[in-house]
């Protein structure tokens, strides 16, 4: 696990962080909230693992007991919370892990941390049940909510947390950390960067993804030839897809960028600010006939495809019906 100086960006949360802990003023509740990728788990480990560290600084000193448990996934006064069913949080669930465990004192540390990934997941009864610990906390309780739909969390439940969130990391930083970390080539570095739109885990996660390159070869043939697709056409291509299921969330997110590089085309009609550069005179000749309006419709539809699979849709089904609605003009 790193510690607060190695993260890249997020100084704003990072600042707030150490303020809280030097003035001693920790919160007992708190939400990080931004899309997958951006950090908020990192952010959490990395302020878990300051609050329980045995020097009690701004930092975690990476050396005693303590950070080595936390490195390690072995804290036992650092609690990740999880969940059997990937589309639930249930109500057994949080009262086991949070409610009835809080009640018990730190085995051997200042705090006892929750961190709750995926918080939105949480059904009613679940959040109803977390509300209560939230509302009433021992002294050394401390529980933090991991997000990318903060307003699915109840209201009350909000209004008793320290909100914060992720914002988009420099565009320079990131280009940085894949050339010196991954030693990523000047092309791949780019398409990663402007893919990443600011998320430096979504960067490293195209950067390190060995089928990257197909990935991306898979996208830019589908989105070339997709206009011109009959129902044999589109079964291949949904079955083509399939062979990336387990990166799906990157293949749609290349998608969204093929839309987005039209829409810059539209506005500015420069190729210099577009991913896919090499597919200039394709996206220039759908740029005239594609409105402003059916390109907010075609990035909608790929946001509606990406919550079906989080549901966990029937990925065929899924796709089915994001096609057929991308041919649409």
Known sequence: MMDFCQIIGHEDI??????????????????????????????????????????????????????????????????WVTHEKPGVISVDEIREQV????????????????????????NQQAQNALLKTIEEPPAYGIVILLTVSPERLL???????????????????????????????????ELCVEYAAGNLGKAIRLATNEDYRNIVQSVINLEKEIYDMDMEDIAAAIEHCSTWKMEIGEYLDLMMVWYRDILVLKVTGKPDRIVFKEQYSVMKEQAKYLSFNELEDKSRAIENAKVRIRANAHLEDVMRLLILTLKEI
């Open 99 to 122: 409610v009835t465990s809080m009640e018990i004192k730190p085995y051997s540390s200042k705090y006892k941390i929750y961190i709750i990934d995926e918080a939105e997941k949480m």
């Open 14 to 79: 990072i600042s707030f962080f150490k303020r809280s802990i030097e003035s001693d003023h920790i919160g007992h509740a708190y939400i990080l909230s931004g899309e997958e990728g951006s950090g908020k788990k990192m952010l959490a480990g990395c302020f878990a693992k300051t609050l329980q560290c045995r020097e009690e600084l701004t930092d975690s000193c990476n050396e005693c007991q303590s950070c080595q448990q936390a490195d390690s996934g072995n804290h036992p006064d650092i609690i």
């Open 155 to 189: 209201q009350t439940i909000r209004s008793r947390c320290v909100l914060l969130s992720t914002k988009p990391v420099r565009e320079r930083d990131i280009r940085d950390y894949l050339v010196s970390t991954y030693g990523t080539d000047e092309k791949q570095t």
